[in-house]
């Protein structure tokens, strides 16, 4: 009997390591399908601009902008970024913000409705925090040490 009883408590303690070690559906799905996938990606692209567009802190930075075309390209390099196995249809960061003297503040405040826009439509903070981290390094790109009218201004 005490036999039957640790050969039981055997195989129930390897069942549980089994269970455990197996992959988490988490861990099996990409960062696009934590977003949402398609529509995910364009709502929370669709929701950034418009946040970013009626913020004074944001606003100068997206006022003459094809706002159907920025999002559309903005919607393609998220899905790229987050392995969605879009293609990304504009030009590189630094081609497309050249001249455009976004500053710091700017960008912070865009990277704060970011924050936002995922925290509304319910993306987990590891999610969040991944795209956060492959949209970082586009910074160096994006923001200028001086605007164009400072720069040229003697």
Avoid: W
């Amino acid at each position: 009997m005490d036999q039957s009883k640790s050969c039981k408590t055997f195989l129930y303690c390897l069942s549980i390591a089994l269970l455990l070690s197996l992959p988490t559906a988490q861990a099996q799905t990409t960062l696009y399908q934590q977003l949402g996938a398609s529509a995910g990606v364009q709502a929370i692209t669709a929701d950034l601009i418009k946040a970013a567009r009626t913020d004074p802190k944001t606003s100068r930075s997206f006022a003459k902008i094809n706002e159907p075309r920025l999002i559309k390209l903005l919607a393609q390099q998220i899905c790229l970024l987050s392995d969605g196995g879009c293609v990304y249809e504009g030009e590189n960061m630094k081609v497309t913000h050249a001249g455009m003297g976004i500053t710091e503040a700017e960008f912070a405040g865009l990277v704060e409705h970011l924050r936002e826009v995922l925290d509304q439509r319910g993306i987990s903070t590891g999610a969040k925090n991944e795209l956060l981290k492959r949209l970082a390094p586009m910074k160096r790109d994006i923001v200028e040490t001086t605007k164009p009218e400072a720069a040229t201004t003697q």
